[in-house]
């Protein structure tokens, strides 16, 4: 069942005259994870903000195509139900952070405050999402006083304690340390197993090709591939679009180059070792 | 704020110092404007904020009064002004003019500087919620005291980034007033840009959307609140017949 449809989408910001996203279409499956990927101002989070809503919604511009989520047009949803239906986190783990709360508790029920949910509720699912996302030791801290990786993660229970069924990350990782990441992928991990949708805009290509189910690559706006992770990460045509292929697929296509070889490329470490056993 | 006093539902607080504010305008006088000083003293010594009370009440409203005193006796001209010596004169008019401001001045200042120490911002701010004033303006006080101490971390990074870049920041005023452009420009955008951000992830968890909102936090009223709150009420009646018969 299609999740979300984009059919012939342009977008262009106000007082621009270039349009960033231009006539693109694709659909997006109930329950898979998605990857965005592409070279910076290809237009990633410009799609994200479309598929939530924020175009046009706080940023005007022109938006033309049609937007739809579940068979309805985006626009017809109001502000509750986009909420309720979608969770989006950013980049910045600082600005996610309300700003109102003073323990990561109240930080994390801040949404469902909003939505005027009744306390008792608010107390179960916030305690629930504690302990789903392991945040018990922070639980009575000063958001402002974790680190960018706890902040994110404190930011992602905020996101998914309304229950979203699509999760939108855009670029959660970027200011995180090699632990920070790991931990959001882990979150990554859950959500796919809880039948999520996840799209999720990432340059580490690596944890793409282990997490993701399929890949959307975008270059000046326009779509330029869209296809099943191994199918997509293992196209050298990714290098001329801005776009990477994971290391092992680096390595086994170059191999295949240089020795005339035509052995399968796998994505990760796991996938080649798997290979050069059956191998010999 | 763990004092009986502190654990007061902010609106009892709140109806105290009002009615004590409208009393001190409208009695006339200043005996019992200037006595609100003491009082407000006393509550702050069982509310446990006695120190902390007289340290930012001497350091700052103290200073007002006096000096708004000092130029109402003895600077502005009155018909009954005598001169003492070059522009300094003294007058009966302006020191019954300057009793009467300075005493309202410091009995007001007096409550209002004692309610905001015996009262979280975020009992505040949940008062104010429960009492249906509008979101947007709870969000910007509570947001604008939160990220205070926020916005003096960025603005010293920012300091140390332009440092490491070979700008002067210390020394002569000329030299400091070289630098507030360089570390004001980036913490404006900065902000700005932060802004943005913060805008849509409030957005993406219902900012505005118009439901009744709940909250997590939550300070009940108990019946002392009642009480005090029926007593200052009682207590405003009776002031203004006693205003209307005297």
């Not at chain 1, 990554?188 to 997490?211: F, M, N, P, W």
């Not at chain 1, 680096?250 to 050069?276: C, S």
């Not at chain 2, 004001?184 to 902000?191: A, D, N, Q, R």
């Not at chain 2, 409030?202 to 118009?210: D, E, G, H, M, P």
Request: aromatic share 10%; with cysteine.
């Amino acid at each position: 069942m299609t999740s979300i449809s984009l059919k012939h989408v342009s977008y262009r910001y106000p007082l621009d005259t270039n349009n960033v996203i231009d006539d693109m279409s694709f659909d997006i499956e109930q329950g898979r994870t998605y990857a965005l990927i592409g070279a910076n101002d290809s237009g990633k989070t410009t799609v994200c903000n479309i598929i939530r809503g924020f175009i046009p919604r706080f940023y005007r511009g022109d938006l033309t195509g049609s937007v739809e989520i579940d068979g309805k047009p985006v626009t017809d949803f109001d502000d509750a139900q986009l909420t309720t239906m979608i969770g989006y986190s950013f980049q910045n783990p600082f600005t996610q952070m309300s700003g109102v709360k003073d323990n990561v508790r109240e930080e994390i029920a801040y949404a469902l405050e909003n939505l005027g949910v009744p306390r008792d509720e608010m107390i179960e699912r916030v305690d629930a999402m504690i302990e789903l996302l392991h945040l018990e030791a922070l639980a009575d801290k000063n958001p402002f006083e974790l680190s960018g990786g706890q902040k994110q993660r404190v930011a992602l229970a905020a996101v998914l304690v309304t229950d979203p069924g699509i999760v939108i990350l855009d670029e959660p990782t970027s200011q995180l340390d090699p632990k920070g990441t790991e931990d959001i992928f882990d979150i990554v991990e859950l959500l796919k197993s809880q039948g999520k949708t996840v799209i999720l805009v990432e340059h580490k290509i690596d944890l793409i090709a282990r997490y993701c189910d399929q890949v959307l690559l975008l270059d000046g706006g326009r779509l330029v591939m869209n296809g099943p992770v191994h199918e997509v990460l293992t196209d050298p045509a990714v290098l001329d679009h801005g776009g990477q292929l994971p290391q092992v697929a680096r390595y086994y296509l170059e191999r295949n180059r240089r020795f005339g070889r035509h052995d399968p490329i796998p994505l990760t470490v796991e996938e080649a070792a798997a290979q050069e056993r059956k191998g010999r | 704020m763990n004092s009986a006093i502190g654990k007061l539902y902010p609106s009892t607080k709140f109806c105290f110092i009002l009615l004590v504010i409208i009393a001190s305008i409208f009695t006339p006088g200043h005996w019992f404007q200037y006595a609100m000083f003491p009082l407000f003293a006393v509550l702050s010594l069982f509310s446990g904020t006695f120190v902390k009370y007289l340290k930012a009440y001497l350091s700052s409203i103290l200073l007002i009064v006096v000096l708004i005193f000092a130029v109402q006796v003895f600077i502005v001209r009155y018909d009954d002004t005598t001169p003492i010596w070059a522009f300094i004169g003294f007058s009966q008019t302006g020191l019954t003019a300057s009793l009467g401001i300075t005493s309202r001045i410091a009995a007001i200042c007096a409550a209002i500087m004692w309610f905001f120490q015996v009262t979280s911002t975020k009992d505040m701010v949940y008062a104010m919620e429960r009492a249906n004033f509008p979101k947007k303006m709870t969000f910007v006080i509570i947001s604008t005291i939160q990220m205070v101490p926020q916005m003096s971390a960025l603005s010293a990074t920012i300091l140390d980034a332009q440092r490491s870049r070979g700008i002067e920041t210390e020394g002569s005023l000329m030299t400091r007033m070289k630098a507030f452009v360089p570390m004001l420009g980036p913490l404006v955008l900065s902000l700005i840009q932060q802004t943005e951000e913060r805008a849509l992830a409030l957005q993406s968890r219902a900012f505005l959307f118009k439901a009744r909102k709940t909250s997590l936090y939550q300070i009940d009223k108990r019946p002392v609140d009642t009480v005090i709150q029926i007593v200052c009420l009682a207590a405003f009646v009776a002031y203004v017949v006693w205003m209307v018969i005297a």
